[in-house]
């Protein structure tokens, strides 16, 4: 998701097993987290935003809810892009 | 206890919800001003607990837990969520009900933490907030259908109107409370561990049941409002998004600087009028002095903060509850990033403009620890408005008040030491990123929410909060300080044929006259060492200190006028320089030591604070005095 330019769609296809963890140890990781907010296989997405350099951070509309995103963080959602292409 | 006793024993309930879902001004709409904020034991997450009763007159005490969107924790606040509604904090008894509040225009991401929250098996029920504006946007769903569903009773509530909660107050009328209290289990006990934090593959389950759970009660996605989308696009846009940001940032200083300067005018006036009055009424001894000198004088120069402290917390309440304080730290997050800090960081240090102690307690919402540190250990670099009265003091008495261009030369000068601060901030992060600790992925995942106008009872309720707080610390550790300072510059009293100022004989004066020697190489004589010390306390009370050594009796507002001349034709320009060099670093402020080992639990980081700060300080003046003094002579 992380190679998103803005407006673009897509679906989510799975999200990594990113086990960096949010905060310390005892702490959510960030795949785990990311699955709670919504990004869940099926679910749609929509890269409002972007900032500029580089598109990061990026904030991405899912499920009605939308969140800024680091570009790590956004690379652990794997996407099929909407229109089929890149 | 028997069932009918139990039906109207007072209740315990517990507000839980994710993040923006409006908790908190329903928390303010049940409780209105019957509010007490304390911390948790052993931890200081602020813990806000209000009460309100029926019209069977049957009382109901409610906790306000930090929102979440889980209970698998990502920073402290979310922790303490937890840790309440399953009972583990030690003193703090399991709530009876659980009020999960759902964001009737969020409601995938609350219907998921509902799903959670079922599986505790704790006495539930559903606050559908917002239903005002979900049916508005025209997303409305099946309530009783939902409620059927979940097996659990749901209830409408406008948060922001007149009798938006009288059916959450009426339903919670039917809840029964527990006969015995639970007795907190102190230890995480493996199954209530497992209970509470459901593996990766039951997220994704509840996750794929949330989308077919609200299809079947008529609830579409909701879309994003089209004038929502236009705001993102200026607001968010990189350029133009700056823009704005900082064209909000220049507005909200000038306020706090001349909207609060007739209400500090009048606090000052009303200061030394109390101090006349006392003087006048009491013979002259050592209590008077006390009184006079060390208490009303000492207490009235932190008290006049009040004003600029609350309109800085206006802006920054008002800021948060639009929705754009989280856009402010999206846009600022590459850059903050570059030093190792996250976007999450600009809130606290905002506030620390204010006061430090506020902006180190908001940094709890920073998730990473280490992010978390970084953003405590700088917050004292952010000017904060304790330093405002010893910077227009010394730019009063040092700089020439000449044009510079469209500019006003004092006024350029005192943007320059706000942004030393800044800067040296910036340059201490990045310094604690390359050499402290490495970590080398900070996560950001902040949610934007919706745009809405700030609700004014929250915003009223939000600021009496912060006024209470700046009070109680003002009758706590500063009166005590302010005292101990007292008697430490009063004691042992001046001998019977002593021609100088009376504090150049006591224990302050001792203590400033060993100073004097660490000091004078950065060009402070020892006038300006005494006053440091009771400018512990509290940064601006060096300049009342600087008044006594002087051997001024003037009340504090003819007291800066008074005292500008002298220290203007006493000191040279480079000593000038240096002591405002060494106020960008300011290392001594006990009362911000106090609360950084609060926040930490741990002397180590109060000592690095004030032992980096200090070097700073020293070394910025050292070269300011050497390079001041080079050009002069």
Request: hydrophobic fraction near 50%.
């Amino acid at each position: 998701m992380s190679t998103l330019m803005r407006g673009a769609r897509a679906t989510v296809h799975r999200v990594l097993d990113d086990t960096l963890s949010v905060g310390d140890a005892l702490h959510s990781t960030v795949g785990q987290r990311l699955v709670e907010l919504g990004f869940v296989q099926g679910a749609e997405v929509e890269v409002v935003e972007s900032m500029w350099p580089f598109g990061d951070p990026l904030a991405v509309r899912v499920r009605g809810s939308t969140f800024a995103l680091r570009r790590g963080e956004a690379a652990a959602v794997m996407v099929v892009p909407a229109n089929g292409a890149g | 206890m028997d069932a009918a006793n139990r039906a109207l024993a007072d209740l315990r309930i517990a507000l839980v919800g994710v993040p923006n879902c409006g908790k908190t001004a329903l928390f303010n709409r049940l409780t209105g001003s019957h509010q007490k904020v304390a911390n948790y034991p052993g931890v200081t997450i602020e813990r806000k607990e209000g009460q309100f009763h029926n019209r069977a007159g049957r009382r109901f005490a409610v906790v306000d837990l930090p929102g979440t969107y889980s209970f698998t924790p990502a920073s402290l606040d979310e922790a303490i969520t937890r840790d309440v509604v399953l009972g583990r904090i030690a003193g703090e008894p399991q709530p009876d009900v659980i009020v999960c509040v759902a964001d009737a225009t969020h409601m995938p991401l609350s219907l998921r933490l509902i799903l959670d929250l079922q599986r505790l098996g704790r006495p539930m029920i559903v606050a559908l907030n917002r239903s005002d504006i979900a049916k508005r946007r025209g997303f409305t769903l099946d309530v009783a259908k939902l409620a059927d569903k979940l097996g659990v009773p749901i209830v409408e509530t406008v948060a922001i109107a007149p009798g938006g909660t009288d059916q959450l107050i009426e339903a919670l009328g039917t809840f029964e409370a527990a006969a015995v209290l639970h007795d907190a289990v102190p230890a995480v006990d493996g199954a209530a561990h497992a209970i509470a934090a459901p593996d990766r593959a039951e997220v994704e389950r509840t996750q794929q049941l949330v989308p077919r759970l609200l299809a079947e009660v008529g609830y579409g996605e909701p879309l994003r409002a089209r004038a929502a989308a236009r705001a993102d696009a200026i607001l968010m846009h990189p350029f133009g998004g700056m823009l704005v940001l900082g064209t909000v940032l220049f507005f909200v200083f000038q306020a706090v600087f001349s909207w609060a300067a007739v209400p500090m005018g009048l606090i000052e006036a009303g200061v030394g009028a109390i101090g006349t009055w006392v003087s006048g009424a009491l013979p002259d001894n050592a209590l008077r002095s006390l009184l006079v000198d060390g208490i009303i004088a000492g207490v009235g120069s932190v008290l006049v903060f009040l004003p600029q402290i609350l309109i800085l917390f206006f802006f920054i309440l008002a800021l948060e509850d639009s929705g754009y304080l989280p856009r402010a730290a999206y846009l600022l997050d590459k850059l903050m990033g570059s030093v190792g800090l996250s976007g999450r960081a600009f809130i606290p240090l905002l506030s620390s403009f204010a006061c430090a102690i506020p902006g180190i307690m908001a940094a709890r919402t920073i998730p990473s620890v280490r992010d978390r540190l970084v953003t405590i250990m700088i917050a004292p670099l952010m000017t904060c408005s304790a330093r405002l009265p010893v910077y227009a003091l010394l730019i009063g008495a040092f700089i020439p008040a000449a044009a510079a261009g469209p500019f006003n030369l004092q006024g350029l000068v005192l943007f320059a030491l706000y942004a030393a601060g800044v800067l040296s901030a910036l340059g201490v992060a990045w310094f604690m990123k390359h050499f402290a600790g490495k970590q080398n992925h900070h996560p950001l995942m902040l949610e934007l929410p919706d745009y809405q106008w700030p609700d004014p009872r929250s915003l009223l309720v939000g600021l009496w909060d912060r006024a209470r707080i700046f009070l109680r610390r003002v009758g706590g550790v500063i009166l005590s300080l302010m005292i101990i300072l007292w008697f430490l510059s009063s004691y042992p009293a001046p001998p019977p044929d002593a021609t100088g100022p009376a504090i150049e004989y006591s224990f302050a004066g001792m203590l400033g006259g060993a100073l004097h020697t660490i000091f004078a190489p950065i060009g402070f004589n020892w006038q300006i060492s005494i006053a440091l010390v009771p400018g512990l306390a509290a940064r601006e009370v060096a300049i009342g200190a600087l008044g006594t050594v002087y051997a001024m009796s003037a009340t504090e507002g003819a007291l800066e006028t008074a005292i500008m001349p002298v220290i203007a034709s006493g000191w040279s320009l480079a000593t000038g320089l240096s002591l405002l060099a060494w106020y960008v670093f300011a290392p001594q402020c006990l009362p911000t030591l106090a609360v950084v080992k609060r926040e930490t639990n741990s002397w180590r980081y109060p000592l690095i604070m004030a032992g980096y700060l200090f070097a700073l300080a020293y070394l910025a003046s050292f070269i300011t005095y050497r390079v001041a003094l080079a050009l002069t002579t």
